[in-house]
């Protein structure tokens, strides 16, 4: 049991693709794009895995309709990033690096290089995933007031109030960058999008150069609408983030490298002695799980069933009692009870409730549904989705009936979760 594995390094995407119907898997980083050639050639490909967090060197759609698994490793990086976002923060507020070249060139200056402190500051997220909430569990404990933007509802949590993207404008401080590089997000920080902010503010790009207009950035670090970056991606790499240098440098890029507020790295956020193992091991795992489930490594049982479909009704009673004069079913005050056997042969019960129209009982949701799922493991299944980032609405409930906790997809449907004991309802 396991793979054969080969590695390769150095050969060309052609010399690839020439021998790619041999292979089940393929683990990448960034040295070429994953296109529609490429997989039309790659027939027997069952998964393709990154060493990395973004997936945008893959035609994911081409490649998840041809039923290859995709599997990247956010999970792996996102505290180098959460700690190297804070690092330029902290080392731009305080102006460490101009403070240490000076001291090293034999000055004294300290009235120069006096700084800033995050206390009380408001600092802004855009793009709230794996990286920017990183971000803002490194934050706590500065004091600061942590705003969230993201295009998905529901995603803010106890470490960052989700916003409009006006408020964040409105009130930020600081900015971090933790968007994927997408069509929305390309050239998305512009100098409209950067004129929108009502105070000068502190800039970190840890996310992707290109969504940002960097002659435009240079203007506003020259007015001081921008009062120092720190930017660990640029606009000029390439996709496979290698060798910036070569040819002649933009005239922006030029101002960049002089600028004493702005701080530079070579795209390393998540590049790490401690990520670099951790990158692996989250892949090798994925891999892992699917191929060659063990018990432990096993998908834990989740959704075993539908255990109700609750809906507001303006008058729950008298749709109770259509429902039992029309349709049968066998109604009390809650709705009408479903009895059904699972493959073991246990007895299950699905539930049926109309709610009243003024219920709060889907809130956040607006919706006027709320979906039950029955539940294997619920406190498993918690864990489990809380490491993948959904949002959990509340805290575990338990009544004479089962347990129950809430969560809501990117949607904002509220679902109800629901580890039965089947007792409720005999
Ligand atoms: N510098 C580094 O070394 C390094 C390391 C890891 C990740 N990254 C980059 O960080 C970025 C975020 O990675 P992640 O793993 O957190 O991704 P993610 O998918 O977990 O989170 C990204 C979030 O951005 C949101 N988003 C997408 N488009 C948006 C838009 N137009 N406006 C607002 N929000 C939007 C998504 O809804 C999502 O919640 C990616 O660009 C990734 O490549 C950089």
């Known amino acids: ?5 080969h590695q390769d390094f150095t050969s060309s995407k052609e010399a690839i693709e020439a021998r790619i119907r041999d292979y089940q898997g393929i683990v990448i ?7 529609k050639t490429f997989l039309d050639k790659a027939t027997n490909l069952e998964f393709i895995a990154r060493v990395g967090a973004g997936l945008e060197s893959i035609d994911c759609d081409y490649a998840l309709s041809k039923n290859i698994h995709l599997l990247a490793a956010p999970e792996g990086n996102r505290n180098a990033v959460g700690e190297h976002a804070l690092g330029m923060l902290l080392s731009l507020m305080n102006k460490l690096n101009q403070a240490n070249q000076s001291v090293k060139s034999g000055n004294w200056l300290r009235e120069g290089h006096r700084g800033y402190e995050l206390e009380g500051k408001t600092v802004g997220i855009i793009g709230y995933g794996n990286m920017g909430k990183s971000f803002a569990k490194k934050l706590r404990g500065f004091d600061v007031n942590v705003l969230c933007y993201d295009i998905l509802p529901f995603v803010g949590d106890q470490n960052a109030k989700q916003v409009s993207l006006e408020e964040l404008q409105l009130k930020a401080d600081v900015l971090s960058l933790h968007t994927p590089w997408t069509s929305e997000t390309d050239k998305m920080v512009n100098e409209a999008f950067i004129n929108a902010f009502a105070k000068p503010f502190w800039f ?20 001081g609408k921008i009062l120092g970056a720190g930017l660990d991606v640029l606009e000029y790499e390439k996709l496979s983030f290698e060798k910036l240098f070569e040819g002649e440098k933009p005239e922006a890029f030029t101002a960049l490298l002089a600028a004493e507020n702005v701080l530079l790295s070579p795209h390393i956020a998540g590049w790490t002695f401690e990520s670099h193992e951790k990158l692996a091991q989250v892949i090798v ?8 489930p063990t018990e432990e490594t096993a998908e834990l049982k989740r959704v075993t069933g539908i255990g109700g479909i609750f809906f507001k009704s303006k008058d729950s009673k008298k749709l109770v009692e259509w ?4 349709l049968g079913l066998k109604t009390d005050q809650y709705g009408s009870t479903f009895w059904w056997k699972d493959n073991e042969g246990n007895d299950c ?3 049926w409730s109309p709610f009243a129209a003024d219920t709060t009982y889907f809130s956040p949701s607006e919706k006027p549904f709320m979906q039950n799922f029955r539940v294997a493991d ?28 809430w969560i809501l997809d990117p949607e904002g449907n509220k ?3 629901w580890e039965s004991n089947d007792k409720a309802f005999l």
Request: zero cysteines.
């Open 378 to 405: 619920l406190e498993g299944l918690l864990v489990k989705l809380k490491e993948e980032g959904v949002t959990i609405v509340g805290d575990i409930a338990t009544y004479d009936y089962g347990k129950f906790a």
């Open 1 to 5: 049991m396991g793979f054969e594995n």
């Open 349 to 351: 019960s699905t539930q």
């Open 415 to 417: 679902i109800e979760l």
């Open 285 to 292: 795992d994925k891999i892992k799980a699917i191929f060659f």
């Open 204 to 223: 970190l790009n840890t996310a992707r150069g290109r969504s940002v207009v960097t002659a435009d950035l240079v203007r506003a670090l020259h007015s």
């Open 323 to 326: 429902y039992g004069k029309h």
């Open 29 to 35: 980083r960034s040295r070429f794009k994953i296109d």
